[in-house]
């Protein structure tokens, strides 16, 4: 009597190890008992470090660290700066996960960034008027389709060519300002700013939380509800990575090619969706930075990408790890300008402290992501994709 075949046996050789391999590494997260012990390691080591640089300058260590907390999560005006702050952040951290699950680094964040506020500043000047909502939703849309169409970018020359998006993503940061100047030149843009006397419209801005209570909360800041906005888009793109199908391929994808061509899944449309996703998202960043803050487009707005990038490793690579270090990010980064003023502790002593603790929160996640073993073929997809048979 032969013995029966074994499902595994029928499967081209390497399939069955790859469908293994891409089970344990469909999320390339890190063991969480594992990971939180490394993360409570790597910030002793930050706040030693930290404590040595004050000592050196002849400062007190405690003195200082309690000023820190203190000025970042303990007075209105450092929670207010801080939100300010973490609201760009955090969607341009949720952005550089959602790139990181789909096997690619998307160092073009910044160049993302800066489309979406563009698009931001001219959609909100050329709006007619209309509910609040749906300014603001239209206005989101149209950053995310921008955003989107620049994180098209690195990922078509990836995908044709094998270069690396990295590459690609840093070329683009750097002759992005220039484009979008000459863009804005343009006499059809040119006549659309001039009609909104380049600014935002008052029903495309996002409300100020000092203008919501009347000088209370958030007097002397531009803190704004883009937060809760922030906050929505991560959750619901934490849902579309978790619990559909587009999340699932994207996810497979980048944690095994083989085993996800094998499957019927086309790897290299889920990393265009990857990169189209984390560019939208870029984009819709610079939105929330135009509508609540800037209320018009300004090229100097701040450089949120690469710290995006950061705060995405420290939070573990995950929604909603990013999410609460973005918020402690921003809190810190308040805490170290108000300490400043309120206390003779030096600025730059402050900021340094600060970089330095973001710096190795973010090094168990940098050794997992970047030595292979939370993702298999994230360094080998522009190499599968040009191979021809």
Known sequence: MEEPVKKESMLPQGISNAQKVARQRLDGRPRWQTYLVQLVVCLAIGLLLGAVI??????????????LIREAFFTPLGIMIGIQRATPLLLTAAAAVAAFRGGAINMGLEGQFMVGAAAAAIAGGALPEMPRWAAVLIVFVISGIMGAAAGWVPAFFKVVSGVSEVITGMIANLIMPSLLSIFLSLPLIRLVRSAARGGVQPWAQLDQFADLTHGGWGYGTKANTGIFAALI????LGFVYQRTRTGYR????????????????NA??????????????????GATEILGVWRG???NTISVGYNGLLIALAGGNTFGGATLAALIYGGLQSGAMNASWATSIPRPLIDVLVEILVVFAAVPSMRIFFSGSGYSDSERLGGQFTHKD
């Open 250 to 265: 994207i996810r497979i994808a980048s944690a095994n090619f083989k085993f996800a061509e094998f499957a019927g899944i």
């Open 54 to 67: 004050i000592l050196a300058v002849q400062q007190n260590v405690l003195e200082v660290y309690a000023a």
């Open 297 to 299: 487009y300004n090229l």
């Open 233 to 236: 888009i991560v959750a619901l």
């Open 268 to 285: 290299r449309r889920q990393f265009y969706a990857a990169m189209m996703i984390s560019g939208a998202v870029a984009g819709m960043a």
